[in-house]
């Protein structure tokens, strides 16, 4: 199946039958619930048995892997041939299926969809680290459109798996190496309780360059100071979080900001009104000054099944607001497969900033162990062939 489909086939069917984009626009959100929450029981044994993280087989991407699709480059870039950090990087929700809260682990075509974010998404960080993405029992797309209980237990299933994926990867390395954590959606969501549960207050800790959690929203007061890290707040920082929500003008995040406002965050206290925490991905500095689309390196367009794409610079702009949504200014021309409702960019999040994130972790990785003294401007540098 092309992977133009592998993101929004229900709701793009959904789309065709509503009659105007005006009644798109009131209703989408809600036709998407009906669309894709799962209507069955929650039922664990439906998801299969946990992955055996000592087996190969349980790793979408892998050092000890032959090959895998983590180590795809666009042109002009080279995967490093001495990795210096380990990465340890959780894929976004790769199963839409409403029959299922969970997918299998062993899911073939959710293998396929790994691989497509493994090349979009992943690939940033392979001119630094081996990359460690482990398979796992995803919650499926529907879990993170409704409050109903099930959802919440097959979210912690799908944690439960990522966990176990940690402990292997931290046990597998060498006690001195540097280690990256990133993710995106789904699988940022599960990195942030992560860093609560197994990484805040620990040695551990210490050893983390950066964390890069794009597409789920962290509230400044009600979760960042529960993961003992801080935000990045210039460009060469280390031991900090980065996170960003993509939106296109006019953005409409309504829906974003009504379900952050409706939970507590990992401290205990309300997000109600809280801060997003909001990282400039083109400056990696979490504050309002905008870059334009000439700080812009390359974007990463993808082909029509996903298998790549082409780096275009100085096309996409970027600008933390005050709401704590990226604003990337007007509609980007080459990005107009599953848009989201609200001119949401969530697919994108990682590939509109390709070039500059990988950029990113190779200067912060530079800097990693020395105090950060006074802020630079970003090297204008990245690991090329």
Known sequence: MYARRFLW????????????AFAYSLFGPRLLRVALVPTTAFSEQAAGPRPDYARLTAWAAHPGLKTDA??????????????AAAVF????????????????????????RMDMFLRAQASVFNGIGSIWAPRYRQATFGAFLTDQDAAAQ??????????????????????????????????????IRLLKERIAGTPLAARIVAVYAPGW??????????????????????????????????????????????GSGLTGAKRLGTEMLCS?????MSDRTPMPAAGNFGSLVPND???????QA??????????????????????????????????????LFWANLRADVERRLDRFGQPVVTPKPPKQRSARA
């Open 9 to 20: 086939a229900i709701a793009i069917i959904v789309m065709i039958v509503i009659a105007a």
């Open 70 to 83: 983590a180590r795809w480059t666009p042109a002009d870039y080279a995967v490093a041939p001495f990795p």
């Open 89 to 112: 990087y959780v894929l976004p929700t790769s199963v839409f299926d409403r029959s299922r809260w969970n997918a299998r682990a062993d899911d073939a075509e959710m293998a396929r």
């Open 154 to 191: 097959a979210q912690a299933l799908a944690y439960g798996d990522v966990l176990a994926a940690f402990d292997a990867f931290v046990a597998a390395q060498p006690a001195t190496r540097p280690i990256i954590l990133a993710g995106h959606s789904q699988g940022s969501l599960h990195l």
């Open 217 to 262: 929203p962290i509230s400044v007061t009600a979760d960042l100071p529960a993961l003992g890290l801080p935000a990045c707040t210039i460009a060469d920082e280390t031991g900090c979080i980065l996170s960003w929500q993509s939106f296109a003008r006019p953005a409409d995040y309504k829906e974003v900001r009504d379900s952050f406002d409706r």
């Open 280 to 284: 400039n991905p083109l400056s990696g």
């Open 305 to 311: 099944d996903f298998s790549g794409g082409t780096l």
């Open 314 to 351: 100085k096309t996409v702009g970027a600008a933390c607001t005050a709401t704590g949504i990226l604003d990337i200014g007007e509609p980007p021309a080459d990005f107009t497969a599953y848009v989201l409702p609200g001119n949401n960019y969530h697919v994108y999040d990682i590939p």
